[in-house]
């Protein structure tokens, strides 16, 4: 990574931590290579528009977290944009028009969801370990949770919320030191409360509810492994265990996404794809770049239109920060959109 000028030193840390963690940049998994084991067809992804250039100050471009918000545009967040550049974006897919959201000169986002209970929009903030909201237009930005969380600091990367606005953060903690002290982290909807219902785990990055928001789907991007965690307890069930090993070569797992009919979608960072699995571990599809497709390094998310088929998958690498479209497997939901 390049030297980030006129950065302040906590934003600085982060961005390098997110290098390590997948929001950042690799080398391009070679054309063809398989993102893991079994069967599965391949789908095209095509290029919709660019959104981002390589920010000069900081070496790099990283899209993340898309969401449909209720007026149907497309927010974005820019992971590593500079103060005064659009951090959070708003995006009208239909004309391929993007105008700034919000930007400040502190916060390194990760990823955005609206939040069921109150409508507000919800950030990661990975540089100081914090989830701000926005109202739906950008303005009025508070702080929903800051501190420690049983005595250390978040990481946070990616956020799910529940039926009743219940947040669930997949917490980074110890990436950046090689340490598997990541963790699942809920917090009651008014922010009050934070308890931890997952440790020790490797380096924690997507984070999605199934279809019946019986239990999460977490990915560990450096194990390249999706674990599902029970939060309803059901007869005979136990706890966390490992759902899908993704056999990604250079490639690592990056955040989740969940359509109506339980499938996951699985982002790879390292390479300009998405593995596609049923609820069962099956491999149904990958989602592909096309080749010719040159500068493109990370598929981070996707988000599928609320009651439709068509999804929107942020990628990115030192050609920018583009916006590709394909054909879901099945229908858009919440557990399909931001994060």
Known sequence: MRRLRNRPLAVFAALGALVLAGCGTDRPTPAGEAASTGSGRTVTAHQLMRLTTVHQETGMTL??????????????????????????MSVDVRKKTVRELFTDDRGAYTSAQFSPYDGRLHLTDFAHGEIVSLAPDGTDRRTFFTGEVDGARMRPDDIAFDQDGN???????????????????????????????????????????????????????????????????????????????????????DSIAVDADGNLYQ?????????????????????????????????????????????????????????YTFDALAEGVRQSNGG
């Open 167 to 253: 947040l669930y953060v997949s917490d980074s903690l110890g990436m950046s030191e090689g340490e598997a002290r990541g963790r699942v982290v809920r917090i009651d909807r008014d922010g009050g409360k934070a308890t931890v219902l997952a440790d020790g785990l490797a380096a924690v990055n997507g984070i999605s509810f199934d279809i019946g928001y019986r239990g999460l789907w977490i990915s560990e991007l450096t194990e390249n492994r999706i674990s599902y965690l029970p939060v309803v307890q059901r007869p005979g069930m136990a706890g966390r265990h490992t759902a899908v090993r993704v056999d990604g070569g250079i490639a690592q797992t």
């Open 63 to 88: 899209l993340e977290g898309p969401v449909f918000g209720e007026d149907g545009r497309l927010v974005v967040v820019d992971v590593t944009a500079p103060a005064g550049e659009p951090k959070v």
């Open 267 to 323: 982002a790879l960072h390292g390479r300009p794809a998405m593995a596609v699995y049923d609820k069962y571990g099956e491999r149904l599809a990958t989602v592909e770049v096309p080749a010719r497709a040159k500068g493109l390094e990370s598929a981070t998310n996707v988000a599928i239109t609320p009651g439709g088929t068509k999804a929107y998958m942020t990628v990115s690498g030192p050609a920018g920060g583009y916006l």
